[in-house]
């Protein structure tokens, strides 16, 4: 039994054809240590553990014809049964879904954890993702020959996040999308490179004033590059008063 003061630790389930490809990049620097220092798990599933005839098979022709193979609905089922919902939510990755943004990684963090189905070939059966109540989730408008590496971004943007895992938590309320608009630029030495200067408020030392030149900063940028979170940005700032 867990100790009381004892808690769970967030954890990701990965359903996979290619267990290896994990903790791959999230095995390093920032999340690689939080994962050895406990405050993240992460487990993997070997789908085709779960293949039922002798060769093996995870995969199949699609019904009514058509390029490549779909991961076949019973054994995928039987691997999701294995692990259980009661982490809470099942998602897969794919281009079909809900893009992935701060918003969704905010939200995902704040569960127990999270399983991730990563399918290859042309994906998996439309049964499984309605009989077991698999959400899709986007990781952007491209198509990726696996779900593995959009989990890898997915688990990145979540885990950096969990309690305990930037040293500086103020860090977080800082940076691009906490108030929905893109970072403004960064400088550090040399004061003169290569003929360029520091802006020079970042040299003044008054706080206020560096405070207004990054926000104005962060709003012309988002502006230029990215209207649809402009719009959103002057929405909320206008109903914020
Ligand atoms: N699998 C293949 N392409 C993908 C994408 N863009 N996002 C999430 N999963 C995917």
């Known amino acids: 039994a867990m100790a009381m003061n004892e808690e769970k630790i967030w954890s990701a389930t990965v359903l996979t054809l290619f ?95 999270v399983v991730l189905v990563c399918g290859r070939f042309e994906g998996i059966d439309q049964r499984d993702l309605d009989g077991r109540e698999i959400e899709e989730v986007s990781i952007g408008d491209y198509v990726l020959s696996g779900g593995e590496t959009a989990a890898l971004v997915l688990l990145d943007a979540v885990v950096r996040l969990l309690p305990g895992v930037i040293g500086d938590a103020a860090a977080l309320d800082e940076e691009s999308f906490a108030h929905g608009l893109l970072e403004y630029p960064q400088y550090t030495r040399p004061q003169v490179w290569e003929g360029r200067e520091v802006p020079e408020v970042l040299t003044s ?23 649809d979170l402009w719009e959103r940005y002057l929405r909320a700032t206008k109903s914020r008063g």
Do not use: C
Request: charged share 30%.
């Open 19 to 113: 267990p290896e490809m994990f903790p791959g990049p999230l095995g390093q620097s920032l999340a690689g240590n939080a994962l050895k220092n406990g405050i993240w798990g992460l487990e993997t599933v070997d789908i085709r553990s779960f293949a039922r005839d002798k060769h093996r098979s995870v995969d199949d022709a699609p019904f009514g014809g058509g390029p490549g193979m779909v991961m076949r609905a019973d054994v995928l089922a039987d691997a999701v049964d294995d692990v259980g919902s009661n982490t809470g939510r099942i998602i897969y990755l794919s281009p079909q879904g809900r893009r992935l943004d701060q918003a969704l990684a905010r939200e995902l963090a704040e569960q127990d954890g």
């Open 205 to 227: 030392g008054h706080h206020e004033k560096i405070r207004a030149w990054r926000l104005a900063r962060a709003e012309e940028l988002t502006r230029a590059r990215r209207p």
